[in-house]
């Protein structure tokens, strides 16, 4: 007789199979993409701007923003994967499949949430290998390296799927990405140390969860951050549990799912 | 055992539509019922209920005695559903979608394949297993469906106008198909809009109209109201022109095909031997509509007359 955690296990690792077979199968749209833009990032602020504009942090330029262009490519990657997998299975209906099949709503989320992850984290090894083309990068603490890219992606497929949820268009799972992640991304000091900024505006910048994401990420890296490691950690992990449990609420009730 | 029990199941939608006004049902094990009504009567609601896909506003379903608040694990995995509407991934191979479905129900791989491989070659699909399901016909989508509503072995299988759009023929291997794995011991609840279907497979019926149960009977019982039939005869050779049939209320359609109207205790035999006694020979014989239609017709029709 099969117990019901093993049942629980093959079912996570169904879904989770045919997440990663999904991105996979249409690599040119999820993994190619991030290598190239990476690259150009990397060719045009790494090598022609960042070479006139010096150090940053006791870095050179493209060293300092390695870090941020990795993180970012996971975030972003993490995020989307998510919010189209799971939209585009409200679209279809096939979600109808996990809804009349015994898979608990707390497995649901953690098959996309993992999905999302496996493809943030797959990118992000990517675009770091990538970047070894460009410069050198030494990792300082991989502890906090690892679970931070880990932590980060988890983050940002939680996102992914809250979005989803409340999508009822294509439309509406570009918009997150396009008017809240970018920007968000952009300020959340990829490119630069928020040291540059004036007190208002790193004070705001603190306000942006990307922020410590790619500075404790970097801190792994490189060994420097704009801010302390434990409160990174620490805020990540609250933003987890927080959406995490939202993700969950909203599955329960059935929103965006069923009638 | 109950395959089935609903009590007092409402459902009313946020837009105010009571698609469901407390209707009772019970499905007994191994049955083959049907589940009939006109398009918006409550059907699928119904089904949707049964299945998780829609929230019930109040009652209570059991699924082999198992509730589906209670335990909806347990409940659930005793059912497979065939929707109305297409609803697997397009892009997936057909193959691996059986073998995700199986896995949803918890069956490792290594039998979710094996059993995938039986279904895909009992519903002729072997040669497209490794095909993106967009690329199958209509009719080998419905064939997929119907593969991997089995693909855990459910007790109860759940079908929602499984033949819609789907030619003669591969409604009738469908058939077929349906009324072998009832008689292997599983129970199956059918929607259809073809009345002959359920006629033909069904051995209990419930009708329901505008959210209500309407008739729920055996099908035999159920028949056996019709007070009269219609049949066309078709002749071999032309009627006179001053062909008339005594007794009978008849209607010539053309030179070589006559209409006929017979009472339930008017049997066939003293048809056939007035016809006879006129020289006139049959070639063959059809019912001028199907039986379950006219009683369907006629129990909405007294359905909507007393709403």
Known sequence: MTTKLARHRVAFTT???????????IWPQTLLPPAITMTLYFVIFGNLIGGR?????????????????IMMSVINNAYS???????????????????????????????YVAGGTARGLLVGLIVT??????????????????????????????????????????????IIPTFILTPMTYLGGVFYSISLLPEFWQKVSLLNPILYMVNAFRYGMLGASDIAVEVAFAIILVCIV?????????????????? | MKALSIKNLTKVYNNGFEALKGISLDVQQGDFFALLGPNGAGKST??????????????????????????????????????????????EQVKHILISQAGYYGMPANEAEPRADELLKQLGLWDKRNTAARALSGGMKRRLMIARALVHKPQLLILDEPTAGVDIELRRSMWLFLKTINEQGTTIILTTHYLEEAENLCRNIAIIDKGVIVENTDMKS?????????????????????????????????????????????????L???????????????????????????LVDKSEATL
């Open chain 1, 15 to 25: 879904l989770l199979s045919r997440e990663i077979r999904r991105f996979i199968r």
């Open chain 1, 53 to 69: 504009i010096g150090e940053m942090g006791g870095f050179s330029y493209i060293q300092y923003i390695a870090p941020g262009i």
């Open chain 1, 81 to 111: 994967n998510v919010a189209s997998s799971f939209f585009s299975a409200k679209f279809q209906n096939h979600i109808e499949e996990l809804i009349v099949a015994p898979v608990p709503n707390y497995l649901i989320l953690a098959g």
């Open chain 1, 129 to 174: 290998i990538v970047s070894l083309f460009f410069t050198h990068l030494s990792i300082q603490h991989i502890f906090i390296t690892i679970s931070m890219v880990f932590l980060s992606a988890i983050l940002f497929a939680l996102g992914g799927f809250i979005n989803a949820i409340y999508a009822r268009s294509f439309d509406e799972i570009s």
């Open chain 1, 242 to 259: 927080s959406l995490a449990s939202f993700a969950l609420y909203l599955l329960n009730k059935g929103t965006g799912i069923r009638n």
């Open chain 2, 46 to 91: 119904t089904i949707g209920v049964i299945t998780s896909l829609v929230t019930k506003s109040s009652g209570s379903v059991q699924v082999f005695d198992t509730d589906i608040d209670l335990d909806s694990e347990t409940a659930k995995s005793y059912i497979g559903l065939v929707p109305q509407e297409f609803n697997f991934n397009g892009f």
């Open chain 2, 222 to 270: 159920l028949l056996n109201r019709l007070d009269k039939e219609t049949f066309i005869l078709d002749l071999k050779y032309p009627l006179s022109h001053d062909f008339t049939l005594s007794n009978y209320n008849c209607q010539k359609i053309d030179t070589n095909t006559l209409e006929v109207e017979l009472k339930r205790d008017e049997g066939l035999n003293n």
């Open chain 2, 272 to 298: 056939f031997t007035t016809l006879s006694q006129q020289g006139i020979e049959v070639t063959s014989m059809k019912n001028k509509a199907n039986r379950l239609e006219e009683l369907f017709l006629a």
